[in-house]
């Protein structure tokens, strides 16, 4: 079978990537699988194969549902938001996709049912009667995510259609344990409705053979035909939900999201070629053909991506996938990531507002570990790979060459390329070609940084900064062989760091963002001598101890308010400045009169000699205290809030009380015996 490197234009390329979920902003475990695919692409470009890039937000299922009622908004509401998001923080990480769609766009609504109908005509979707949860408390039928229970296989709670806790198997509609309500934790029962199978089984024979021939990682290829030999089930691909796609001929059922997530791989494919008005070039990778459509996924979606979607191409008379590429998942200092208990880094807030450039980060995604391993993120870590890798290695090596050279020459000077070094460039470039064969990103990494110590070492060895004294001419050929080094490392790295790769294209005298369509075998070919070079600076700058101990107490205090909101333990807000406290006025307040408010349950009106004047001032500890509680005694308040009209009363200022730790919801007014009314707090 040929490989990706090997490919004539002819045989183009397609990649694509899991769909986030439109339901919240980009974190790093998003970056597992985008860095490594972009990275791909232009390794594929820099290797001359014609290679397209497509993906989209996912904005149907339950994720975007249960978030949207969580916010107070609709459902299209949420997933614009963060739609925009996406679209927006994609390029500043330089991750750039030829369409980036959403899988509520026309055209993925259109592919979406024109598949379904042609698997249904050739008789592989069938109706069938199914015992599905019901909330009695919520009042409304559960799908999916919507349903927490006991996995059926390895009992670890799970979710209803998937074991997110314990072995990672799909789970069908009705196959969970011990049923309850993920929203209000109730038990649910069983109620009949009649829902759409795909006949999976049917599919048995071809997926196995399609698995023993895939293109890919193991981990992918082996989950998947483990599954397949343990037998598969049919697989309902309808949801009682008011979200996504309706299912045709039925539209009180909507259509399971992992329909037509996969399915916009092809849609926007499909906009693409809208876009450069050329709208049947999609056909060329999407019909059967000579195109080859690479999928990379994360782990946790192999079965759909292996078992599922090559099922419904066959079926509907598709291209089939040629490799599918898992990544590992993505641990943050050791623990499993979890938004929740604050194990997250968030690429905005985190990264990109603390000034890091995104090379870094990209970086650091290909080389910490293998594409099929766990990546385990810390800040310690990362600030290592910068100052020890691509610092003392890469940019030492850049910056040496160039500076010299520049000082004393000011162009490429004359020299032959060193038989040795050009072997060096030669064993790089292949090493990248057999990294890209395998879908090994890390290799490619581990050989940009093998070459610039190569150059480290040469440089240090021939010591240019003797022999510019009395041998220059010797001093010149080394140099213009350094030169020749700092090119093929400005071309090997730009698919992984592509703004490092034009700041080094730039000081090699070229037009920076050109790297961008120097092929690899450009590497082994030397500047031409005469080149003027500009004046060099270090391409790559060092993470400072502050700041990393800023990004570590950050990430700390982040844990830490995760725990407090779990024990139910009061959170402390955040931090303001000096000059806002100084801004508040507190001062001992005596209560001369308290009285219930008509009509309500828990308001009490207060008459306050705050020292310099009385005042009516508006409480809500009516449930707890009875007015004659109150009457005389002399507390703590806050006098220069804004007045505000509470049950049409103006309360001006507050009474300041403090909750009972060990009785939850019970507030004791601060008070101040002995103290004269209107005496300031400090």
Same mark, same amino acid.
């Given at each position: !079978?040929?490989?990706?490197?090997?490919?004539?234009?002819?045989?183009?390329?397609?990649?694509?990537?899991?769909?986030?979920?439109?339901?919240?902003?980009?974190?790093?475990?998003?970056?597992?699988?985008?860095?490594?695919?972009?990275?791909?692409?232009?390794?594929?470009?820099?290797?001359?194969?014609?290679?397209?890039?497509?993906?989209?937000?996912?904005?149907?299922?339950?994720?975007?549902?249960?978030?949207?009622?969580?916010?107070?908004?609709?459902?299209?509401?949420?997933?614009?938001?963060?739609?925009?998001?996406?679209?927006?923080?994609?390029?500043?990480?330089?991750?750039?996709?030829?369409?980036?769609?959403?899988?509520?766009?026309?055209?993925?609504?259109?592919?979406?049912?024109?598949?379904?109908?042609?698997?249904?005509?050739?008789?592989?979707?069938?109706?069938?009667?199914?015992?599905?949860?019901?909330?009695?408390?919520?009042?409304?039928?559960?799908?999916?995510?919507?349903?927490?229970?006991?996995?059926?296989?390895?009992?670890?709670?799970?979710?209803?259609?998937?074991?997110?806790?314990?072995?990672?198997?799909?789970?069908?509609?009705?196959?969970?344990?011990?049923?309850?309500?993920?929203?209000? $934790?109730?038990?649910?029962?069983?109620?009949?409705?009649?829902?759409?199978?795909?006949?999976?089984?049917?599919?048995?024979?071809?997926?196995?053979?399609?698995?023993? %021939?895939?293109?890919?990682?193991?981990?992918?290829?082996?989950?998947?035909?483990?599954?397949?030999?343990?037998?598969?089930?049919?697989?309902?691909?309808?949801?009682?939900?008011?979200?996504?796609?309706?299912?045709?001929?039925?539209?009180?059922?909507?259509?399971?999201?992992?329909?037509?997530?996969?399915?916009?791989?092809?849609?926007?494919?499909?906009?693409?070629?809208?876009?450069?008005?050329?709208?049947?070039?999609?056909?060329?990778?999407?019909?059967?053909?000579?195109?080859?459509?690479?999928?990379?996924?994360?782990?946790?979606?192999?079965?759909?991506?292996?078992?599922?979607?090559?099922? !419904?191409?066959?079926?509907?008379?598709?291209?089939?996938?040629?490799?599918?590429?898992?990544? $590992?998942?993505?641990?943050?200092?050791?623990?499993?990531?979890?938004?929740?208990?604050?194990?997250?880094?968030?690429?905005?807030?985190?990264?990109?507002?603390?000034?890091?450039?995104?090379?870094?980060?990209?970086?650091? !995604?290909?080389?910490?570990?293998?594409?099929?391993?766990?990546?385990?993120?810390?800040?310690?870590?990362?600030?290592?790979?910068?100052?020890?890798?691509?610092?003392?290695?890469?940019?030492?090596?850049?910056?040496?060459?160039?500076?010299?050279?520049?000082?004393?020459?000011?162009?490429?000077?004359?020299?032959?390329?060193?038989?040795?070094?050009?072997?060096?460039?030669?064993?790089?470039?292949?090493?990248?070609?057999?990294?890209? %064969?395998?879908?090994?990103?890390?290799?490619?990494?581990?050989?940009?940084?093998?070459?610039?110590?190569?150059? %480290?070492?040469?440089?240090?060895?021939?010591?240019?900064?003797?022999?510019?004294?009395?041998?220059?001419?010797?001093?010149?050929?080394?140099?213009?062989?350094?030169?020749?080094?700092?090119?093929?490392?400005?071309?090997?790295?730009?698919?992984?760091?592509?703004?490092?790769?034009?700041?080094?294209?730039?000081?090699?005298?070229?037009?920076?963002?050109?790297?961008?369509?120097?092929?690899?075998?450009?590497?082994?070919?030397?500047?031409?001598?005469?080149?003027?070079?500009?004046?060099?600076?270090?391409?790559?700058?060092?993470?400072?101890?502050?700041?990393?101990?800023?990004?570590? %107490?950050?990430?700390?205090?982040?844990?830490?308010?995760?725990?407090?909101?779990?024990?139910?333990?009061?959170?402390?807000?955040?931090?303001?400045?000096?000059?806002?406290?100084?801004?508040?006025?507190?001062?001992?307040?005596?209560?001369?009169?308290?009285?219930?408010?008509?009509?309500?349950?828990?308001?009490?009106?207060?008459?306050?000699?705050?020292?310099?004047?009385?005042?009516?001032?508006?409480?809500?500890?009516?449930?707890?205290?009875?007015?004659?509680?109150?009457?005389?005694?002399?507390?703590?308040?806050?006098?220069?809030?804004?007045?505000?009209?509470?049950?049409?009363?103006?309360?001006?200022?507050?009474?300041?009380?403090?909750?009972?730790?060990?009785?939850?919801?019970?507030?004791?007014?601060?008070?101040?015996?002995?103290?004269?009314?209107?005496?300031?707090?400090?």
């Amino acid at each position: !079978m040929k490989k990706l490197s090997d490919y004539p234009s002819e045989e183009p390329v397609l990649v694509t990537c899991g769909l986030p979920y439109a339901s919240g902003e980009m974190h790093i475990g998003h970056l597992r699988t985008y860095v490594p695919a972009d990275v791909f692409v232009r390794l594929l470009k820099k290797m001359q194969t014609e290679v397209r890039f497509v993906c989209g937000s996912d904005t149907h299922g339950t994720p975007v549902l249960t978030k949207a009622e969580k916010e107070g908004i609709s459902p299209k509401e949420l997933y614009q938001k963060y739609h925009q998001h996406y679209l927006e923080t994609f390029p500043k990480l330089h991750i750039n996709f030829d369409n980036y769609g959403t899988t509520d766009d026309p055209e993925n609504i259109h592919r979406t049912l024109q598949i379904v109908e042609k698997i249904q005509e050739k008789g592989y979707i069938y109706p069938q009667k199914l015992e599905s949860p019901y909330c009695p408390n919520c009042g409304r039928s559960l799908p999916d995510r919507f349903v927490r229970g006991e996995c059926p296989y390895c009992h670890a709670d799970a979710r209803g259609d998937e074991c997110d806790q314990g072995c990672g198997r799909y789970l069908e509609p009705g196959e969970i344990l011990n049923p309850r309500c993920a929203i209000c $934790g109730s038990p649910t029962k069983k109620v009949e409705r009649t829902h759409y199978y795909f006949e999976l089984t049917a599919f048995e024979d071809f997926l196995r053979e399609f698995l023993e %021939n895939v293109e890919g990682t193991k981990n992918a290829k082996n989950y998947a035909l483990g599954w397949v030999n343990e037998g598969l089930r049919d697989w309902c691909i309808t949801r009682d939900l008011d979200w996504g796609i309706p299912f045709p001929g039925d539209e009180s059922l909507t259509l399971y999201v992992w329909v037509d997530a996969p399915i916009h791989y092809m849609s926007s494919t499909e906009q693409w070629a809208k876009k450069i008005g050329e709208p049947d070039k999609w056909e060329e990778f999407w019909l059967p053909g000579n195109a080859k459509l690479v999928h990379y996924i994360g782990q946790d979606i192999v079965y759909h991506h292996c078992i599922f979607w090559p099922s !419904m191409l066959k079926a509907s008379e598709y291209n089939l996938p040629f490799a599918i590429v898992a990544s $590992g998942m993505v641990k943050i200092e050791g623990h499993n990531f979890s938004r929740s208990r604050g194990y997250v880094v968030w690429i905005q807030e985190d990264y990109l507002d603390k000034g890091l450039d995104p090379d870094y980060l990209r970086y650091y !995604m290909v080389a910490a570990t293998s594409q099929t391993k766990d990546l385990d993120f810390s800040w310690e870590t990362f600030r290592d790979k910068v100052n020890n890798e691509l610092v003392a290695t890469f940019g030492n090596f850049i910056y040496r060459a160039l500076h010299f050279t520049n000082s004393n020459f000011g162009e490429v000077p004359e020299g032959v390329l060193d038989d040795a070094l050009r072997i060096q460039i030669e064993q790089s470039v292949d090493a990248i070609r057999d990294a890209v %064969n395998q879908y090994e990103l890390k290799k490619v990494s581990d050989e940009i940084l093998r070459l610039a110590a190569v150059g %480290n070492e040469y440089f240090q060895a021939n010591k240019p900064w003797e022999l510019v004294r009395n041998e220059k001419e010797k001093a010149a050929d080394i140099l213009y062989n350094a030169v020749a080094l700092v090119k093929a490392l400005a071309i090997a790295i730009e698919p992984i760091m592509p703004r490092t790769a034009e700041v080094i294209w730039e000081q090699l005298g070229y037009q920076g963002d050109e790297i961008h369509q120097i092929p690899l075998d450009d590497a082994l070919t030397p500047p031409k001598v005469g080149t003027k070079l500009p004046k060099p600076k270090p391409v790559i700058s060092k993470v400072e101890d502050d700041l990393l101990e800023e990004l570590e %107490n950050s990430f700390q205090n982040r844990i830490k308010k995760a725990k407090q909101a779990e024990s139910g333990e009061p959170m402390i807000k955040d931090t303001i400045e000096f000059d806002d406290f100084k801004k508040l006025d507190f001062r001992a307040g005596k209560i001369l009169k308290c009285e219930r408010v008509p009509d309500t349950d828990k308001l009490l009106e207060m008459e306050v000699d705050i020292g310099i004047e009385k005042r009516k001032i508006v409480t809500g500890l009516a449930d707890q205290y009875d007015p004659d509680d109150l009457e005389g005694i002399t507390a703590l308040f806050l006098v220069n809030l804004e007045p505000k009209k509470i049950a049409g009363i103006e309360s001006n200022g507050m009474i300041i009380a403090v909750e009972n730790k060990d009785e939850p919801g019970q507030w004791v007014p601060v008070k101040l015996e002995g103290v004269p009314p209107g005496s300031k707090a400090a």
